[in-house]
């Protein structure tokens, strides 16, 4: 008779560490909290569910806090190994995860209000993908990875339908169908890394295709790709970046922004964890994949946005839709350095480049949500001489995205790129990111050169900014002008050690 006694059951009682996953839980306990409120306050007062989502999201930055000290593991298995470790990368993304949150809810107040939007509902999504987006880059196997990332992702396909013209529907459709093929093909992608691993730790996974049969690897390999495909489209790179323009038009503007930056750091730090420690053996391999659609999706990215006019319908939010795929390209670069440097040590820049993104783009958005209109490029000529400080702060962003002075945080974060991909001895790939520079100069100078050219009639009354939607532009202008006086704060990061 075969005994089902357990040698140590004490060992089989999981101690969690509840302050290493406070961030995220808070998150999702303010969602339900705002889900919850949302059944039984008047609908003169359903205008506290958005501070509420706020005062939540605070909270769960300031637990950040307690974890500056050292790493720390829990969800951990007997034989070796955690499911969550809340170490200094988890912590740079939750960072942002969680502050572009922020910003966004404080974007959103206002066009909630002005869209009729239903607030409970809006609230609680953009609450439960921040939790996702948090959780994500503390996961350490598979499965917490897959969950995190649908997480992340399914309330936004109904943020994106929120919207009640028409565009917003067809939007999320098509947001919906392209997210759920890539999401299919990673899960092909993760069984047959199982199969060869017979893990679904990363650190695993990293031992066992290291040591695999050689009759494993090709299902090993084509595991390793399929599961990168996933995660690539996650982050927008070409030619998984097909959904994007659509998405950003037919969605509310400030989730417009919250998938620019937010969706695009959850994609990204997958995309970082599966490659620089699951899939480490095949660095060469993977490095050269990342590198070439590095190469790709700045290069498509940035010709797309050059051709956006000025009295296109949407085209602001069309040339910022572009302009965050090509960033994307660049974003990719230090991961494809790491496969070549054999370490996690590049993925500094990446770090340091998207917190400096992560921040002005945010911003971008939020002064064309203010602007307002049909989002045409051509209704920015003569801002300066409506909203002097709208003015000011949007050429600031678009400077900072460009990686031009008085924007120096955001020629830094070029530089840190720039100085990944050469120290790995992508030369060819340094010099395609200078080439795409150049290209991105001329449609941020553009319509930087609008905002301060003569109207082209009578100036309009100045409009005045809803006090929320001012907050938001002023923390993140505040923000990109300290970074750019002291930006050793984020730069910090490319030279201290994330795992």
């Not at 190994?81 to 969680?98: R, V």
Request: charged share 10%.
């Amino acid at each position: 008779m075969t005994s089902l006694a357990v040698a140590d059951p004490g060992g089989l009682i999981q101690s969690v560490d509840w302050v290493a996953v406070a961030p995220p839980l808070i998150a999702a306990l303010a969602a339900l909290a705002v889900l919850v409120a949302d059944l039984f306050l008047p609908e003169a007062r359903k205008r506290l569910l958005g501070w509420l989502s706020a005062a939540g999201l605070l909270a769960a930055l300031a637990m950040l806090l307690p974890l500056l000290g050292g790493t720390r593991s829990t969800f951990c298995f007997t034989s070796g190994g955690c499911s969550y470790t809340a170490d200094h990368f988890a912590l740079a993304f939750q960072l942002l995860a969680l502050g572009g949150a922020l910003l966004t809810v404080l974007l959103s107040l206002h066009t909630v209000d002005a869209e009729k939007l239903p607030g409970g509902e809006y609230w609680f999504l953009l609450l439960s993908s921040a939790c996702g987006a948090a959780l994500l880059p503390a996961a350490r196997d598979l499965a917490t990875l897959v969950i995190a990332l649908e997480v992340a992702t399914l309330p936004a396909f109904a943020l994106v339908a929120l919207r009640r013209d028409g565009r917003g529907a067809e939007s999320a459709l098509k947001f919906f169908l392209s997210s759920v093929t890539a999401t299919a093909v990673m899960l092909l992608g993760v069984s047959f890394v199982y199969a060869a691993a017979g893990t679904i730790q990363l650190q695993g996974i990293a031992e066992g295709l290291a040591h695999a049969p050689a009759q494993l690897k090709p299902l090993a390999e084509a595991g390793a790709v399929l599961t990168l495909v996933g995660f690539a489209f996650k982050t927008a790179a070409v030619p998984f970046h097909f959904w994007v323009p659509d998405t950003y038009v037919g969605a509310p503007l400030p989730v417009a922004g919250y998938l620019s930056v937010v969706g695009k750091a959850a994609g990204l730090s997958g995309l970082a964890l599966v490659t620089t420690v699951a899939f480490r053996p095949y660095g060469h391999t993977w490095g050269l994949v990342l590198a070439v659609l590095a190469a790709l999706t700045m290069t498509v990215g940035n010709a797309a946005a050059l051709r956006q006019r000025a009295g296109t319908p949407h085209g602001a939010v069309r040339l910022l839709a572009w302009s965050s795929v090509g960033q994307a390209g660049y974003l990719l670069v230090p991961l494809a350095a790491a496969g070549y440097a054999g370490s996690a040590d590049p993925l500094g820049a990446t770090v340091a480049y998207a917190l400096i993104y992560g921040l002005v783009n945010l911003g971008a958005f939020g002064v064309v949500a203010l602007v307002g209109g049909s989002g045409r490029l051509e209704e920015f000529r003569g801002l300066a001489s409506r909203n002097r400080w709208a003015a000011f702060a949007l050429a600031f962003f678009l400077l900072c995205l460009a990686g031009l002075p008085p924007g120096v945080v955001g020629l830094f974060g070029k530089v840190v790129v720039f100085r990944a991909a050469v120290d790995a001895g992508l030369g060819w790939l340094a010099v395609v990111m200078a080439v795409n520079v150049v290209i991105a100069l001329a449609y941020y100078l553009k319509w930087t050169a609008l905002l301060f050219a003569p109207a082209a009639g009578p100036a309009a009354a100045p409009r005045r900014a809803p006090a929320p939607l001012s907050a938001a532009l002023g923390l993140a202008a505040c923000g990109a002008v300290v970074l750019s006086v002291a930006p050793q704060l984020v730069l910090q990061v490319v030279s201290g050690s994330l795992f």
